[in-house]
């Protein structure tokens, strides 16, 4: 299994909502990321969990609030949000930089919508 | 500018054609990454390279470590290789190891057409 899933798969959500969007990989990577994409743009890092545990927050605004809850999951929490957060977020995973194969497997991302 | 530069930014191609895309990078890297992304879609991994070439049937990825520069390589291109494709460094730290930083370049966004 080399998955990253992403559940939901599109999400539209109003500046009051609150929601989560998940991640999950059963390849015992240890290291799993949060990334914000808008269009035509490259992927912009946000977070980073090693071993379970915030080890990377790019000054992302609190709004957004990731949670590992286990080695297999990550979530990041979605609250007051505005609409140029509207993008596409993805998840991805790797073993930790102390392994030799560092492969970044990626999800197939949320497309976000605030309106 | 950019610790990672990819060029050309747009390419067109008709299908059947030989196609480089090239990637510089200005930082100490502990690997390269080479990615592909549909419009609208995730992103798959086709390469990741520390030395030397790699080969996964029509697409080949090479990379000069001292001259700090990778190329991707596409054989007999066909339209469904239209994509983005992007390269991505994972950086060192001060002690020399890999850190969990993947440093993008802007993408090449490659149109095949029949």
């Known amino acids: 299994d080399t998955e990253v899933t992403q559940t939901p798969k599109h999400l539209v959500m109003g500046m009051t909502n609150k929601k989560s969007l998940k991640c999950e990989q059963h390849m015992g990577h240890r290291a799993m990321y949060w990334y914000k994409q808008k269009a035509k743009k490259p992927p912009e890092l946000m977070f980073v969990y090693s071993y379970e545990k915030l080890s990377i927050n790019e000054s992302v605004p609190s709004r957004f609030s990731p949670e590992c809850p286990n080695s297999s999951l990550l979530n990041l929490h979605l609250h007051a949000l505005q609409p140029e957060d509207s993008a596409l977020y993805l998840c991805a995973s790797s073993h930790s930089p102390g392994r030799t194969n560092t492969e970044a497997f990626f999800g197939q991302g949320t497309r976000l919508t605030v309106v | 500018k950019n610790e990672v530069e990819q060029s050309p930014q747009n390419l067109t191609a008709q299908e059947g054609e030989f196609i480089t895309i090239n990637c510089s990078y200005s930082v100490g890297i502990s690997a390269l990454h080479w990615l592909q992304q549909h419009p609208g879609g995730g992103i798959v991994s086709l390469f990741m390279?520390?030395?030397g070439k790699k080969k996964h049937g029509r697409l080949i990825a090479t990379i000069n470590i001292q001259e700090k520069h990778s190329s991707l390589h596409i054989t007999a291109s066909h339209p469904r290789d239209s994509a983005v494709y992007i390269c991505a460094v994972r950086s060192r730290d001060k002690r020399g190891g890999a850190t969990n930083k993947l440093i993008f370049g802007t993408g090449t966004l490659l149109a095949v057409q029949p």
């Open positions: 390279l520390s030395s």
